[in-house]
């Protein structure tokens, strides 16, 4: 019998490289929105020493109140500006992992369709196995003469 060939071999291979592809193209996407968790963390945290920082001096002026005011608006500010780019990031997040869902699809159903024909070719080999060992067995037992007693 013939080795086991599954005709859509390179398909799978190349579907196997689009997934991979899809996976490293959402893990960038995830990356790129914890940059920006990072970021707006930062500038989160800058706004609050700062404001422990001048809580903790005295005297306390004005005009370094009144700087810690434009302090905390200017990281709130930054913060706000991250809000459309996070969103856009998680929108583009979601579009690549809905790909990322087909692309295994596509994969899990190339894989299922090659182990069923594999199965396939299996049992036709065990087949043929069987009907070569009882065509053996029943040439060898003509050459003895075929003796009931075997």
Known sequence: ?????????KVLDLRKQQL????????RHLRALAEIDRRRA?????????EQQVRGWDPLFGRELHALGVFR??????????????????????????AMLEARRRVR???????RRLAEWQAAAD??????????YLAAWVRR??????
Request: a negative charge; hydrophobic letters at 35%; charged letters at 35%.
């Open 145 to 150: 003469g075929g003796n009931a007693r075997d």
């Open 42 to 50: 930062e500038y989160e945290a800058a706004g609050a020493a700062a």
């Open 20 to 27: 991979k592809l899809e996976e490293a193209q959402f893990r």
């Open 109 to 115: 159903l190339l894989e299922r369709m090659k182990e």
């Open 73 to 98: 608006l200017h990281t709130k500010q930054r913060e706000l500006d991250l809000a459309r780019p996070r969103s856009e990031c998680q929108k583009q997040i979601a579009a690549q992992q809905k």
């Open 127 to 136: 087949r043929e196995v069987e009907q070569l060992a009882s065509e053996s």
């Open 1 to 9: 019998m013939n080795a086991f060939h599954f005709p859509l071999e």
